[in-house]
Structure formats: structure tokens, C-alpha cells
């Protein structure tokens, strides 16, 4: 163990030595503004109330299953059972800005070509909603089934009967809305080549990410239904859920450069970089794929 780093000391010694000898700094400071083409946030599917409430003739309605003792319905019910298949979201354009803060810090002596440890840490903030409403006669991107119900006794008891077979009956309406929310850090460190040509210089950088998602996300549902007959009266709900999650995920980046030297000590950049990210980041209720392309404009000044 002492032998390796008694051998990296005398390397950084050799590389610090050997810039300091051409007497400029190796330290560079980068201040910009990132521009990330995120993919859409994804809503899962969900169920309004007693979707999960099943049996052999099929799940039960958003209507109360509960009937007055002593009022028999003769006739057959119809109670809808109501699912919102999920939807997607872009992400605003103003979301998609990003500061830019990053380092750089020259391991081989000034030339036309160098190589240099590099860094960099970006903020996002993302934030979008989606939702849809509709009707039985009009889902409107939700799953609808009506089932036929009997009640046949004085105690009340609601008997299941088949799938309704015809068209759809009117009475119950309902929405769904979804928020998502996320604060998204993205943390880098690599190595730089970069090539210069009169003042211009050409670089290309490579390695690993570490990006920190904190997401929030709510769904609101709504559903109202008209009268059923006795027992079974007009009414309406509503519900709201939350969920929130933070992840760490790993990643890689590549980017490719183009700088300007507008004095010995300030140069502005324009670089294309490309992330990939493992994992998706999000909540039980939405998620969204990090990977993406970006562009980065800057500001760096050398020491």
C-alpha cells in the first residue's frame, strides 16, 4: 500500500512540476448554461376506487356496493368500474435549462496537444402534469366496463350478473390528473484531450456520472354517478395519493468541444455531450428515462 502511493505522490509531483515549469496555471474555471433533451415523463395506469374488488362476474363499480335493508331492487343495475390507462408528458423547455459549474486541471505541460482531469455539476429543476377526463359514453383514454347487478332480498344483498353486452349507459363521470416533480443533480468527473490550433481548441471528454433524482409525484382522481334506484343514490368521490423518492444513479458521459481563446486567461466553448444513465429515475406513480443529449455553452477562465 505504501508503495502506491509513494509512486501516484512522485507522478503528481512530475505532472505539477512540469506545468508549473511553463509557467502557467493548470487550473481552469468553467461557468455555463446546459441545454438537456430529456425523453417524456411516464404516469402509470390506476384504478378508481374498487377497481380491485373483484369476483367471478367481474370487478365492482366507483358506486358505493350498499343498499338500504328492506328495499329490494327488482330491476338490474348498472355500476361502472373505471381504470385511466396512463398517459405521458414533456417536460417544458424552460425545465430543460441547466447552470453549468465545472473545473479543469492540466496533467501535461502546455503544447498543442494536452490531457487534463475534468469536472463538472449540473441543477435542474422538472416539473409537468398530465391527466384526461371523460364519461361512460365518452372514455376519453379510460377503461370503462358496465356490469348488471341485482339486489334479491329485504337485507339489501347486491348480486353480481353478467357483463353488460350493448352500448354504454350514461351516468358517471370522472378525471384524473397527475404532477411530477423532480430535482435532478448531475456530478462528473473525467478525462479531457484537447488539441490546439492557433486559438481554437478541440477537445473530447469521457467518464463516469453520478446523477441524484429527488422526485415527488401526486394523482388526484374524481368520479360522480347518477341514481341507481333505491339504495343506490347519486353521489360522488374524490382521492388524492402522493408519493416521493430519491435515487442515486451511475452513469457515463461523452462530450466533444470547441473553444475559443479570447485572451491568454478567458476562452468561451461551445460543447455537444451525450449521458447515458442505467436506470430510470422517479416514483411509483411516474418515471422517466435521464439518458439524453445536451449542449453546453461557456465561459472558462484560466488561473
Given at each position: 500500500?505504501k508503495?502506491?502511493v509513494q509512486?501516484l505522490t512522485?507522478?503528481a509531483?512530475?505532472?505539477?512540476a512540469?506545468?508549473?515549469?511553463?509557467?502557467e496555471?493548470?487550473?481552469?474555471?468553467?461557468l455555463?448554461?446546459?441545454y438537456?433533451d430529456?425523453?417524456?415523463?411516464s404516469?402509470?395506469?390506476?384504478g378508481?376506487?374498487n377497481?380491485?374488488?373483484s369476483?367471478?362476474a367481474g370487478p365492482?363499480?366507483?358506486?358505493n356496493?350498499?343498499?338500504?335493508p328492506?328495499?329490494?331492487?327488482?330491476?338490474?343495475v348498472?355500476l361502472?368500474?373505471?381504470?385511466?390507462d396512463?398517459g405521458?408528458s414533456s417536460i417544458d423547455?424552460?425545465d430543460?435549462?441547466?447552470p453549468?459549474?465545472?473545473?479543469r486541471?492540466?496533467?501535461?505541460?502546455?503544447?498543442?496537444?494536452?490531457?487534463?482531469l475534468?469536472?463538472n455539476?449540473?441543477?435542474?429543476?422538472?416539473?409537468?402534469d398530465?391527466?384526461?377526463?371523460?364519461?361512460?359514453?365518452?372514455?376519453n383514454?379510460?377503461?370503462?366496463?358496465?356490469?348488471?347487478?341485482?339486489v334479491?332480498?329485504t337485507?339489501?344483498?347486491?348480486?353480481?350478473?353478467?357483463?353488460?353486452?350493448?352500448?354504454?349507459m350514461p351516468?358517471?363521470?370522472f378525471?384524473a390528473?397527475n404532477q411530477?416533480?423532480m430535482d435532478?443533480?448531475?456530478?462528473d468527473?473525467?478525462?479531457?484531450?484537447?488539441?490546439t490550433?492557433?486559438?481554437?481548441?478541440?477537445?473530447?471528454?469521457v467518464g463516469p456520472?453520478?446523477?441524484i433524482?429527488d422526485?415527488?409525484?401526486s394523482?388526484?382522481?374524481q368520479?360522480?354517478?347518477?341514481?341507481?334506484?333505491?339504495?343506490?343514490a347519486?353521489g360522488?368521490?374524490?382521492?388524492?395519493?402522493?408519493?416521493?423518492a430519491?435515487?442515486?444513479?451511475?452513469?457515463?458521459?461523452?462530450?466533444l468541444?470547441?473553444s475559443?481563446d479570447?485572451?491568454?486567461?478567458w476562452?468561451i466553448g461551445?460543447?455537444?455531450?451525450y449521458?447515458?444513465?442505467?436506470d430510470?429515475?422517479?416514483?411509483d406513480q411516474?418515471?422517466?428515462?435521464?439518458s439524453g443529449?445536451?449542449?453546453?455553452?461557456?465561459?472558462t477562465?484560466?488561473?
Open positions: 500500500m508503495t502506491w509512486a512522485g507522478v509531483l512530475v505532472v505539477q512540469g506545468v508549473a515549469g511553463a509557467g496555471s493548470a487550473w481552469s474555471l468553467r455555463g448554461a446546459s438537456r430529456f425523453d417524456d415523463v404516469f402509470e395506469a390506476s378508481l376506487r377497481w380491485e374488488r369476483n367471478s365492482y363499480g366507483v358506486q356496493i350498499t343498499t338500504a328492506g328495499n329490494p331492487i327488482l330491476a338490474p348498472i361502472d368500474s373505471v381504470r385511466w396512463g405521458s423547455s424552460s430543460k435549462w441547466a453549468v459549474l465545472g473545473f486541471y492540466d496533467l501535461t505541460r502546455p503544447c498543442w496537444a494536452r490531457l487534463a475534468v469536472g455539476a449540473q441543477y435542474y429543476r422538472l416539473s409537468t398530465a391527466g384526461a377526463s371523460g364519461s361512460a359514453v365518452a372514455p383514454g379510460f377503461d370503462v366496463q358496465q356490469h348488471q347487478y341485482f334479491t332480498d337485507q339489501g344483498t347486491l348480486t353480481p350478473g353478467a357483463v353488460l353486452v350493448g352500448g354504454p351516468g358517471t363521470s378525471s390528473r411530477f416533480d435532478l443533480y448531475v456530478l468527473i473525467g478525462l479531457e484531450a484537447r488539441a490550433v492557433s486559438r481554437v481548441n478541440f477537445s473530447l471528454a456520472t453520478l446523477t433524482a422526485a415527488e409525484s394523482q388526484m382522481e368520479a360522480t354517478w347518477a341514481s341507481q334506484g333505491p339504495g343506490l347519486a360522488g368521490y374524490s382521492q388524492d395519493r402522493s408519493d416521493s430519491t435515487d442515486a444513479l451511475l452513469g457515463v458521459y461523452g462530450a468541444g470547441v475559443v479570447i485572451t491568454p486567461s476562452a461551445l460543447e455537444y455531450r449521458d447515458y444513465v442505467g430510470d429515475a422517479g416514483t411516474a418515471e422517466m428515462d435521464l443529449s445536451s449542449g453546453i455553452l461557456s465561459v477562465y484560466r488561473f
